[in-house]
């Protein structure tokens, strides 16, 4: 889909999107919408996976993507990433990891969050992530990113939740 005109968002914006899923069966669907745009920690655009018909258990991080912007070096910033539970069924969680720490720039605050964690359809649980510059980023940089990779219990790959964490430097 190509916009008649582009979407601006300020600094830490958002926008709602809506997506039409046209079932033609019975079975899970799933797939991805990828959004582009000028900026330059996402040339090759940033994507939010698309699931339908689901049931049993689901898991998504809601926002897919924190970007913390640019920081001050020494002074962490913290976003409460939401794991929502998204099927017909509770879904347990039976761990949360960094994936690709960004260089010990991010971490994960674990403290409050019990494991395993079960949550009900359509209940969500916030998790601390937290941004740490320690230097300052080189000029052009296109800055550091970061994966939290949170594992569902099933044992089913495609029922893991990811986040992607970015900033500036």
Known sequence: ????????????GARQVFVTFTSTGSGAAN??????????AATTGTSAPLYANLVGPCLRAVP?????GAKQVGNASTYELQ???????EVEVTGIEMVDDGGDLFSIDLANVALPLRLAPGIRKAVPVTYFPTAFAAQGSDGVTAVVQVVVGDGLPDRDARALLAAAG
């Open 64 to 68: 897919p993507r924190v970007d913390f």
């Open 1 to 12: 889909v190509t916009l008649p005109r582009p979407i601006v968002l300020a600094p830490s």
């Open 83 to 89: 794991l929502e539970s998204c099927g017909d069924l």
């Open 31 to 40: 797939g991805q919408i990828t959004f582009f745009s000028d900026d330059p």
